[in-house]
């Protein structure tokens, strides 16, 4: 499909955009993000009740940690495929969620080691005072993206998203603190509601709509959450390449 690519962004127009993707599709990106969130969810739920009713610390450490390893591998999948979704909408194409999820598919361990050194990096960097590690996660901001997208390697993918921000750290900054007070707000609203809902449960059956709820909200907002990073990623394409990512 012949299309027009879209010039940079603003702050709001990132905003709008994300949410405007969003309402048009919703289906598709609950999907791409559901990937993620429900089976996170569930065993979050799982091994916090297990572990709660465990009288021995150092098993219900050990049932806490079995839980995070499949948690682990599966949260840089939602990220990816949404990412994959929102660069071919801006530049006029589209793509299914199984096709999205097959290029995930394609470089996921590469995408997995990629985002382990980011993790490793930012885990240290907050270590040494904190800001070296905010530093480092807005700097590897893109890595994800650039893995899937433009088929980077593990280091190639971390230069590149160091390429992508530099000059602009404080405006990608900006930006992404932007993307998640937006995100707060609703996830506030929805806390709320939820709060009310809940009321009349305790005991176990309020830590279970507590967890429930809780998976909901997030499957409600991360997808703007992700539809908005992946935008403000092809607008630091859009600005360094002069056309976008893909």
């Known amino acids: 499909m012949t299309t027009t690519e879209p010039g940079p962004f603003t702050f709001m127009e ?10 048009r599709e919703p289906w598709l990106f609950l999907l791409l993000t559901a990937v993620t ?8 739920a799982i091994a916090t009740n297990a572990a709660t009713g465990s009288g021995d610390l ?5 049932i806490l940690a079995i839980a995070l390893i ?5 949260i840089p999948v939602s990220g990816a495929a949404v990412a994959i979704a929102t660069v071919r909408r801006l530049s006029g194409d589209r793509v299914g969620a199984g096709a999205a999820l097959e290029q995930v598919g394609i470089r996921f361990w590469i995408l997995f080691g990629a985002l382990v050194l980011v993790t490793l990096g930012v885990i240290v960097g907050l270590f040494a005072l904190i800001i070296p590690g905010i530093f480092l996660a807005i700097l590897w901001l893109f890595a994800g993206p650039v893995v899937v997208i433009e088929g980077k390697g593990v280091r190639d993918s971390l230069r590149r998203s160091q390429d992508l921000v530099r000059g602009s750290w404080w405006t990608v900054f900006l930006a992404f603190v932007l993307i998640q007070v937006v995100t ?3 996830q506030l609203a929805i806390g709320i509601v939820g709060a009310a809902i809940l009321t009349p ?6 830590a279970w709509g ?9 499957l409600l907002v991360q997808p703007f959450a992700l539809i908005a990073i992946a935008i403000l ?14």
Not at 14 to 23: F, G, K, N, P, V
Not at 38 to 44: A, E, H, N, Q
Request: charged content about 15%; proline content about 5%; hydrophobic content about 50%.
């Open 233 to 246: 990623y092809a607008d630091r394409v859009l600005r360094v390449d002069g056309r976008l990512p893909g």
């Open 58 to 62: 150092a098993q219900a450490g050990v």
């Open 201 to 206: 449960l305790d005991g176990t059956a309020l």
């Open 70 to 74: 499949p948690a682990v591998l599966l």
């Open 14 to 23: 990132l905003i709008s955009r994300a949410w405007q993707m969003y309402r």
């Open 37 to 44: 969130v429900v089976p996170v969810g569930i065993l979050s």
């Open 210 to 218: 507590e967890g429930i709820w809780s998976t909901l909200t997030q």
């Open 184 to 186: 707060a707000i609703a």
